[in-house]
């Protein structure tokens, strides 16, 4: 018999406008079955910002507040501070959490925030025409590096998640890429801890999640999740980098 996959209670009853392949899809699936998982729907808050991300009030069945380019960390610790039996998330592009928002996120780390991250990696500024982002990779062309990124003169691909294992009360963070069923699997998996973690008040994580962008790319969506596979994940390793209160490396 065919599994019949029910709406998560924490999405809306309306269709997901996102490009066809689009990684976004996937990962809100995956944040709202973690949250009816552990009962908390009604006691969370998600932060969007500009970008792709922006869209995520339309779906999440939650409170979610749009704010600033860069600056969900502020807001999200404002929240947390001020009502904290709440649960606060935020949920961030490569060119706004790794760009215009890299202090909001290092400081909000360094303070151990009682916080989850997810940081949607694909290499590329999305929704404003497909600029080089800190995250695109050598060579890789995009409207601003039209000949590809040349790490002479625009430096290296950033290592966001490797930067904030470094900072010692950062309690637990991973990248994974929703190439194929065992990643969204082991997606899922770390979504629901980073959410577990906060729940137990043990401090601030975030999850790195590599996702595709087919209209930005310019590839279809099965060529998509192999360029993912071939040229992503050998720059940007996918795994548990630090878990300060289970597993090792």
């Known amino acids: 018999m065919l599994q ?9 009853d309306v269709p997901f406008r996102f490009c066809p392949g689009c990684g976004h899809s996937i990962v809100h699936r995956l944040v709202a079955e ?11 808050i998600g932060i969007a910002p500009v970008g792709c991300a922006v869209f995520a009030y339309d779906y999440f069945n939650f409170d979610v507040i749009e704010c600033a ?37 290092v400081h909000a780390a360094n303070r151990g ?40 003169r625009q430096g290296h691909p950033l290592g966001i998640a490797e930067m904030l294992a470094t900072i ?49 790319w310019r590839k279809d969506p099965v060529e998509s999740l192999n360029w993912i596979s071939a040229h992503m994940k050998p720059v940007f390793r996918t795994g548990l980098i630090i878990d300060r209160y289970g597993e090792s490396q």
């Open 168 to 216: 010692e009360d950062v309690v637990l963070v991973a990248r994974t890429a929703i190439d194929g069923a065992k990643g969204i699997k082991e997606t899922r998996r770390l979504i629901r801890k980073s959410f577990q973690y906060q729940i137990d008040g043990r401090g601030f994580s975030m999850i790195e999640i590599l996702s595709p962008c087919p209209t930005v």
């Open 113 to 152: 925030e009682n916080l989850s991250v997810f940081f949607i990696n694909n290499a590329t500024y999305g929704m404003t025409g497909g600029q080089m982002a800190p995250t695109t990779l050598v060579g890789q062309k995009t409207t601003t590096t039209p000949s590809g990124r040349d790490p002479e």
């Open 4 to 12: 019949v996959f029910k709406r998560p209670e924490s999405l809306k």
């Open 34 to 44: 973690c949250i009816d998982e552990l009962g908390i729907r009604e006691r969370t």
């Open 69 to 105: 380019h860069g600056r969900p960390p502020a807001v999200a610790t404002a929240l947390k501070r001020v009502m904290p039996d709440n649960v606060v998330f935020s949920y961030q592009g490569d060119g706004d959490l790794a760009s215009i928002g890299l202090a909001e996120i």
